[in-house]
């Protein structure tokens, strides 16, 4: 079986910087740690946003800007290919980041998109076509164990096995959310190898 750890550095490499930008639980992160900087200036006076940055050598973010938004949970969207890459490689689901799936012929918006497609690519060009296949092949049951064990946001994927973490922000149908400081714990337990892998068998 592939090591997550082994694998752990292009994830982060690759979204980092968009999970913990983009995206309440009293025991996270949130609650445990001392603010230094908030909302120092309105950076984004013209839209909703958040900004989390977080120190983890001293265990507490250095600035947090848009601190309500960041509490606040919105649909998991792009964000959601860093845990599910964790569960295909812990599952088998994917052997290797190279390991490349052929494109169905149906073509998506983006040209990018339309052609096979391997993990880094996957990651680098947010491919959803990629992102469904690998939730078709681990399949609902599978999924639910890993978003439990892995604390993900509301765990919710009852929209779907093609659709949970898509859902449209102005729809009210159940879908995959996270806040922004949910994202960062997330992130933290996964650059610390303190994910637990629960390989479930069977779909």
């Known amino acids: ?5 082994s694998r752990k550095y292009l994830l982060i490499g690759i979204f980092l910087i968009i999970s913990i930008s983009f995206t309440e639980n009293d025991k996270t992160l949130a609650a445990e740690s001392t603010i230094q900087s908030r909302n120092e200036k309105n950076y984004f006076s013209q839209m909703k946003g958040c900004f989390l940055l977080y120190n983890m050598k001293k265990k507490t973010f250095d600035k947090v800007i848009g601190e309500e938004n960041c509490r606040e949970s919105f649909v998991a969207c792009s964000t959601f290919k860093i845990p599910l890459a ?3 490689f812990d599952s088998g ?4 980041e190279n390991q490349a799936l052929n494109w169905d012929g149906k073509k998506g918006f983006l040209e990018s998109h339309n ?9 680098r060009d947010s491919v959803v076509w990629f992102s469904r296949r690998l939730t078709g092949q681990l399949g609902m049951k599978r999924i639910r164990k890993y978003l439990r064990e892995f604390h993900y946001g509301n765990e919710d994927f009852s929209a779907g096995l ?38 479930v068998t069977g779909k």
């Open 1 to 5: 079986m592939t090591s997550i750890r």
């Open 86 to 88: 964790v569960m295909a």
């Open 93 to 96: 689901v994917l052997k290797d």
């Open 115 to 123: 052609q096979d497609h391997s993990g880094v690519t996957w990651m």
């Open 162 to 199: 093609t659709e949970a973490w898509l859902v449209s922000p102005g729809n009210s149908d159940p879908a995959l959310k996270i806040s922004a400081y949910e994202q960062v714990e997330f992130m933290n337990k996964l650059w610390a190898d303190q994910l637990p892998m629960v390989i």
